[in-house]
């Protein structure tokens, strides 16, 4: 069980770094026109938006899971 919590948390934790480089790789490759600063989301960028906040969730939920007083090493 904790070694499943362990590779999960590795697995996401790869994942969500892959979304924010590709966000941020995709923000400067936008118009740089000063009024799309306030623009809406939309398409695939929308999608990976919100698939970051989610595992940023999900993330966080599993740290504070494994970082429980029954998943420390007894010795």
Do not use: W
Request: a positive charge.
């Amino acid at each position: 069980m904790e070694l499943a919590l362990y590779t999960a948390l590795l697995i996401i934790c790869m994942v969500l770094i892959t979304l924010v480089v590709i966000q941020a790789r995709t923000a400067g490759m936008t118009n740089s026109d000063s009024s799309s600063i306030y623009r809406t989301r939309r398409g695939l960028e929308k999608t990976l938006h919100q698939a970051t906040i989610v595992l940023a969730a999900v993330f966080l939920l599993l740290s504070l899971i494994t970082s429980l007083p029954i998943f420390g090493s007894a010795g």
